[in-house]
């Protein structure tokens, strides 16, 4: 499969117009609700919110995260079983 010449403009621009889609579907399906007895609301749609961050955050920048780019400020520590995601403290 052939990369796009500049991959990090090319996932940028495919985040943006996922992310545009995701709330055009997501208004759309509360416009269109057939149960008015239990209409849909914008917070019935939480999870997919956050596994669609999820999914353009991690999984489309995976070769970002393996070199050290904006994911990873210091190497995890050798050995480690696992990837901290510890979040800064507010300040």
């Known amino acids: ?3 796009h010449p500049n991959e990090p403009l090319a996932r940028e621009q495919y985040a943006e117009e996922l992310v545009r889609r995701y709330r055009e579907l ?4 509360v416009e269109n609700w057939p149960n008015t007895r239990q209409p849909l609301e914008q917070s019935d749609f939480i999870a997919s919110d956050r596994e669609l961050l999820l999914l ?3 999984r ?4 970002e995260r393996k070199t050290g780019s904006p994911f990873t400020e210091t190497p995890p520590p050798a050995n480690a079983q696992y990837q901290d995601v510890t979040p800064m403290p507010w300040p």
């Open 1 to 3: 499969m052939d990369t």
């Open 26 to 29: 997501r208004r759309w399906a």
């Open 56 to 58: 353009l955050g991690a």
């Open 60 to 63: 489309l920048h995976t070769d």
